[in-house]
């Protein structure tokens, strides 16, 4: 007489409807939450007011900031930053304000004959009209301050003003125009 052996059938498990509805839900709450997270702690928008950014930026422009960046003290030079003064005299009327990194802790900026230096270099600054006339300026950026300009220098009020401003006061740096469609388009720096 033969053996015959007998396997073990598998037999799948099928999951219950109430099962995928739960994993469905679990996914979508999941989904959201991460969207708020990004929503509040990485990423803002912003409004631009006043003419100090251009061309670079418009007034009523709506800007997307990513606000985690600066948080890390992650600046460069170049970066467009929206910021609060130290002071307490700022800009009348204006809690944040939007302008360039020209100067980073320690190095020495200085404006002489229309022209910015960094650490003795010329900064080379498409963005910015060089037939306007700017005061000579020196200054030496401390430890844990960004040395900041707008690109529109003869009606800027910036670190020529106010001096430089604490990294701690940067809310975001600009990442895109986002309004009004005819602007779309990333916010550059220079390197």
Same mark, same amino acid.
């Given at each position: @007489?033969?053996?015959?052996?007998?396997?073990? /059938?598998?037999?799948?498990?099928?999951?219950?409807?109430?099962?995928?509805?739960?994993?469905?839900?679990?996914?979508?709450?999941?989904?959201?939450?991460?969207?708020?997270?990004?929503?509040?702690?990485?990423?803002?928008?912003? @409004?631009?007011?006043?003419?100090? @950014?251009?061309?670079?930026?418009?007034?009523?422009?709506?800007?997307?900031?990513?606000?985690?960046?600066?948080?890390?003290?992650?600046?460069?030079?170049?970066?467009? /930053?929206?910021?609060?003064?130290?002071?307490?005299?700022?800009?009348?009327?204006?809690? /944040?304000?939007?302008?360039?990194?020209?100067?980073?802790?320690?190095?020495?900026?200085?404006?002489?004959?229309?022209?910015?230096?960094?650490?003795?270099?010329?900064?080379?600054?498409?963005?910015?009209?060089?037939?306007?006339?700017?005061?000579?300026?020196?200054?030496?950026?401390?430890?844990?301050?960004?040395?900041?300009?707008?690109?529109?220098?003869?009606?800027?009020?910036?670190?020529?003003?106010?001096?430089?401003?604490?990294?701690?006061?940067?809310?975001?740096?600009?990442?895109?125009?986002?309004?009004?469609?005819?602007?779309?388009?990333?916010?550059?720096?220079?390197?």
């Amino acid at each position: @007489m033969k053996a015959i052996s007998i396997g073990t /059938v598998e037999t799948q498990r099928r999951p219950t409807v109430w099962a995928k509805k739960a994993l469905e839900c679990i996914g979508i709450l999941s989904g959201v939450a991460l969207g708020l997270v990004l929503g509040t702690v990485v990423f803002g928008t912003a @409004m631009v007011a006043g003419v100090s @950014m251009q061309p670079t930026l418009h007034p009523h422009d709506y800007v997307l900031i990513n606000k985690y960046t600066p948080t890390l003290g992650r600046v460069r030079r170049g970066d467009v /930053v929206f910021l609060r003064w130290d002071d307490e005299n700022a800009e009348q009327g204006s809690d /944040v304000v939007v302008k360039r990194i020209i100067g980073l802790p320690g190095d020495r900026v200085e404006i002489r004959g229309g022209q910015v230096y960094v650490n003795g270099e010329p900064l080379d600054e498409p963005y910015v009209d060089h037939r306007l006339v700017y005061e000579a300026f020196r200054y030496t950026v401390p430890e844990g301050a960004v040395f900041v300009l707008g690109d529109n220098r003869s009606n800027s009020e910036d670190s020529r003003d106010h001096g430089a401003v604490s990294i701690t006061n940067i809310v975001g740096k600009a990442v895109c125009v986002i309004w009004p469609p005819g602007r779309w388009g990333p916010v550059s720096g220079f390197r």
